[in-house]
């Protein structure tokens, strides 16, 4: 095994792959090849800087640290949506193909079968599989979502680099098999509905409220109510009434 190299991960995984059938799996599979290729010739990464390994419904990239970490993101949240949107809009809306994606870092080792080892890419891909990056993609109209690691986010997102708006993004705990850890997501929070609370009035409704009467001057034969004059029991004359 190769000694641990840092690298800058990055990750492209296939919303609802195994749902597809094998034709359409093989030209999304092309499709994200054609995506991830323009993502990075947009972002300056030459062939031989970056190694990819291919899981099927997901792209893998490590890049070599030199390529600019602030180009990658923002070519993420420009022409890398760009690319998707130019290829769904041609596609049935039941065959168009949406996107996680995960820019992280960290050390990674190649063993001798040419696989990749590193606790840092297996935190990539926890935060590539996590509840809540599924649940942004669903419940939003956009064809991709971007997660971002918490080194990343410090490092880069924070210090608003040209083309990004770290106000754009919010941070996020991701539940891991190693426990909980902070990443950043782009886009705004995904929130669940609230639950009614039983008994309630439903929050787009007012409760009636009991009814009151307010009265004024000399009243005759009152039956209810609040009454400011003087009570008479008495019919009035015609000339009585003005």
Same mark, same amino acid.
């Given at each position: 095994? *190769?000694?641990?190299?840092? !690298?800058?991960?990055l +990750?492209?995984d296939?919303?609802?792959?195994?749902? !597809?059938?094998?034709?359409?799996?093989?030209?999304l599979?092309?499709?994200l090849? &054609?995506v991830?290729?323009?993502?990075?010739?947009?972002?300056?990464?030459?062939?031989?800087a970056?190694? #990819?390994?291919?899981?099927?419904?997901?792209?893998?990239e490590?890049?070599?640290?030199?390529?600019?970490?602030p180009?990658l993101?923002?070519?993420? +949240?420009?022409e890398?949506p760009s690319?998707l949107?130019?290829?769904? #809009?041609?596609?049935?809306?039941?065959?168009?193909?949406r996107l #996680?994606?995960?820019?992280?870092?960290g050390?990674?080792?190649?063993d001798e +079968?040419?696989?990749?080892?590193g606790?840092d890419?297996?935190?990539a891909v926890?935060?590539l599989?996590?509840?809540?990056l599924?649940?942004?993609?669903?419940?939003?109209?956009?064809? /991709?979502v971007? /997660?971002?690691?918490?080194?990343?986010?410090?490092?880069?997102v924070?210090?608003?680099?040209?083309?990004v708006?770290?106000?754009?993004?919010?941070?996020?705990?991701? &539940? *891991?098999?190693?426990?909980?850890t902070?990443?950043?997501?782009?886009?705004?929070?995904?929130?669940?509905?609230?639950?009614?609370?039983l008994?309630?009035?439903?929050p787009?409704?007012?409760? &009636?409220?009991?009814?009151?009467?307010?009265?004024?001057?000399?009243?005759?034969?009152v039956?209810?109510?609040?009454?400011?004059? &003087?009570? !008479?029991?008495d019919?009035?004359? !015609?000339?009585?009434?003005?």
């Amino acid at each position: 095994m *190769t000694d641990p190299v840092y !690298r800058t991960i990055l +990750l492209f995984d296939i919303e609802q792959f195994g749902s !597809r059938d094998d034709v359409e799996q093989a030209y999304l599979r092309r499709i994200l090849y &054609d995506v991830v290729d323009a993502t990075l010739v947009t972002a300056g990464v030459e062939e031989t800087a970056a190694l #990819r390994a291919d899981r099927g419904d997901s792209v893998m990239e490590l890049i070599d640290t030199q390529v600019s970490v602030p180009a990658l993101v923002k070519t993420l +949240l420009t022409e890398t949506p760009s690319q998707l949107h130019s290829k769904n #809009r041609l596609l049935a809306a039941h065959a168009r193909m949406r996107l #996680r994606i995960v820019l992280s870092s960290g050390y990674v080792a190649v063993d001798e +079968l040419n696989g990749w080892v590193g606790s840092d890419l297996n935190h990539a891909v926890r935060l590539l599989n996590a509840d809540v990056l599924r649940t942004a993609l669903k419940r939003r109209a956009d064809d /991709c979502v971007l /997660c971002v690691s918490n080194g990343v986010y410090e490092g880069v997102v924070r210090h608003g680099p040209l083309g990004v708006r770290p106000d754009d993004f919010h941070r996020v705990t991701v &539940d *891991t098999k190693e426990g909980p850890t902070v990443a950043w997501l782009h886009g705004a929070p995904v929130r669940d509905a609230a639950r009614p609370v039983l008994g309630a009035a439903p929050p787009d409704t007012v409760a &009636d409220a009991p009814a009151h009467t307010s009265i004024a001057g000399d009243q005759y034969g009152v039956t209810g109510g609040t009454v400011n004059g &003087d009570l !008479r029991f008495d019919r009035p004359g !015609r000339g009585d009434r003005g």
